[in-house]
């Protein structure tokens, strides 16, 4: 029997989305538990995030007299993640477990005093598929002031919202300077943050919202959170995992767990070699998660025979870096830039070859296969002088000066023709006019004949936030001049790890559970597989796998008790 220099009933490695929730469960319980996060913040990429939770059948859901049940939201994810032989992490009993348990995961964290809300309108990715739902089933939390953690609120990881909105209002504040809602919006944010002054509040929202309530939920309730404390190896007797060494004042602390281990520790998106073996083409530079996304737990699992599978897969985001963003905390996003009217993506050739609009997993998934057939990282996103007018380009609000860095660089290249824009992307100009020609018919006619763009509410959602036709996504780029910046096959996080069982227990070769072991995020591979289909579907699983890791944990003890009786 391994020395242990501490005990607790539960150990987590990794403060990310799901590990307070877990440390909530057992708490509840009366069992002690210890998160041991390798950073010096809380929260990890989660609070970086949206912070949306995808949860099927939420309590929301019914509140509000959308109609949702277990059979629609399996038919949903039956028709968009599907069966298949190479996504063991996504197996329809998991799926089933997934929709049954994480709107009871949502339950217990209000009961827990957690304070949620549905997103009013954000729709689920595939809402054209039979199941889905047009006002999406994703949940995220309220506002939250940061102020209330006390001295813990230096040690919550930054959002990237710099204005207290929820996440539906700030994606309105780019149309100001044409729409008068816009400006009522933001009339009631400024008056948020008068307010927040006055008051000495200090709101965060989003993904930064979320894990501040998890986090003062959890500190309340007496879950022992170390920062800096990475986790080097797991501690196994027996065939089943006992504890964790860590470290305590630069030595090796070694910490016994009497219920469990749950590992949540992120993926390897800043991992250079395990993305080289797994996700060649794709760069540690385009990713927006943590420093402390390295995989090494990934690969400590392995070596005490775990299974992985969906490696290859990330939850790709497209991706536009101009000069001076190449160490911006997040990479400016195309996902509604090549949605929204007036501009389309093209292969190094000038040809399209995609929706620019829906899922941005399967934008990037679509990026990566058309590079292996002809070149296409980076791609370039076409537009005209009315997107400019209208639509922000990467993080610069319309109607600003471009920098002049963006032209000096070759970033933004430029043309007074179609043609001549070709030549500055070295791109064939007969195809790229081709190319632009039967985009515009298809503006012209209201339906993308060739990739169905708009067909589906997600890609009208993403497009201009005040049309409600194909208009919010289809239009003409026909004034000139015409220009292009490249985009690249960025990331949130990979999506592949260990396979678990439908109770979060790490799985061998076999099938067999790793005794103590659970597992939870992108740690593990994905219960949706190889696809996106929803806001917050990396986040509510999370949780969710948390949740019920916990709960299993303090049943198989439990039982175990019994037995030995």
């Not at 599907?82 to 964290?109: C, H, I, S």
């Not at 160490?327 to 996902?335: C, D, E, G, I, R």
């Not at 609009?357 to 679509?366: A, L, T």
């Not at 067999?512 to 740690?523: C, R």
Request: charged share 25%.
């Amino acid at each position: 029997m391994s020395q242990f220099d501490e005990r607790f009933d539960f150990v987590v490695a990794g403060c990310g989305g799901g590990s307070m929730c877990a440390g909530l469960v057992m708490r509840e319980a009366g069992k002690s538990v210890l998160i041991l996060e390798k950073t010096e913040f809380v929260g990890g990429t989660t609070a970086k995030s949206g912070g949306m939770m995808w949860i099927p059948n939420n309590a929301f859901l019914a509140r509000d007299g959308i109609e949702d049940s277990v059979e629609k939201s399996m038919t949903y994810l039956d028709n968009t993640v599907g069966d298949r032989n190479d996504t063991p992490g996504a197996t329809r009993e998991r799926r089933l477990a997934y929709v049954q348990k994480a709107p009871e995961m949502v339950r217990f964290l209000v009961d827990q005093g957690i304070a949620l809300e549905r997103a009013q309108y954000w729709p689920d990715y595939y809402d054209e598929r039979p199941g889905g739902i047009r006002q999406g089933r994703s949940v995220t939390a309220k506002l939250f002031d940061v102020n209330e953690l006390g001295p813990w609120r230096e040690k919550l990881r930054r959002g990237f919202v710099p204005v207290p909105a929820m996440l539906e209002e700030a994606r309105l504040l780019p149309f100001l300077n044409r729409r008068r809602e816009s400006f009522w919006l933001a009339t009631k944010i400024a008056l948020r943050v008068i307010w927040a002054r006055l008051t000495g509040k200090h709101y965060v929202s989003a993904g930064a919202a979320l894990q501040g309530r998890m986090l003062k939920a959890a500190l309340a309730r007496g879950v022992d959170i170390r920062l800096s404390s990475p986790v080097a190896q797991l501690i196994v007797e027996g065939g089943r995992v006992t504890g964790v060494v860590t470290e305590r004042e630069g030595k090796p602390w070694r910490v016994g767990a009497d219920l469990g281990v749950l590992i949540n520790a992120g993926g390897f998106a800043r991992n250079a070699r395990m993305r080289a073996q797994y996700q060649p083409r794709t760069k540690v530079e385009w990713t927006n998660v943590t420093e402390g996304d390295t995989g090494e737990m990934i690969e400590e699992m392995v070596r005490h025979g775990a299974v992985v599978a969906q490696m290859e897969e990330m939850v790709g985001y497209q991706s536009t870096i101009p000069p001076g963003a190449e160490n911006a905390y997040l990479k400016p996003s195309v996902q509604s830039l090549t949605a929204k009217p007036h501009v389309i993506l093209v292969d190094q050739s000038g040809t399209r070859y995609q929706n620019e609009g829906g899922s941005y997993m399967e934008y990037c998934q679509n990026m990566l296969a058309r590079d292996a057939e002809v070149p296409a990282i980076p791609s370039w996103a076409i537009f005209d002088s009315q997107y400019l007018k209208k639509y922000p380009l990467a993080g610069l609000m319309p109607t600003k000066p471009i920098p002049a860095s963006w032209t000096a660089k070759g970033y933004l290249r430029g043309g007074d023709t179609i043609e001549e824009l070709a030549q500055a992307i070295a791109a064939d100009p007969a195809t790229l006019r081709a190319t632009v020609e039967r985009f515009n018919r298809f503006a012209d006619q209201g339906r993308d004949e060739d990739f169905h763009r708009g067909d589906r509410a997600y890609d009208r959602w993403l497009g201009d936030a005040f049309e409600t036709s194909a208009a919010a996504t289809l239009g003409r780029i026909d004034l000139p001049p015409f220009y292009a910046v490249p985009v690249v096959p960025g990331d949130v996080g990979t999506y592949g790890g260990v396979v678990t069982d439908d109770q979060a227990r790490v799985l061998r070769a076999e099938g067999t559970p790793i005794e103590g072991l659970y597992a939870t995020g992108v740690s593990t591979a994905s219960v949706m597989g190889r696809c996106y289909v929803g806001a917050g579907a990396s986040v509510g699983p999370s949780f969710t796998w948390g949740y019920v890791a916990a709960q299993h944990a303090l049943r198989n003890r439990s039982a175990a008790s019994v037995g030995s009786a």
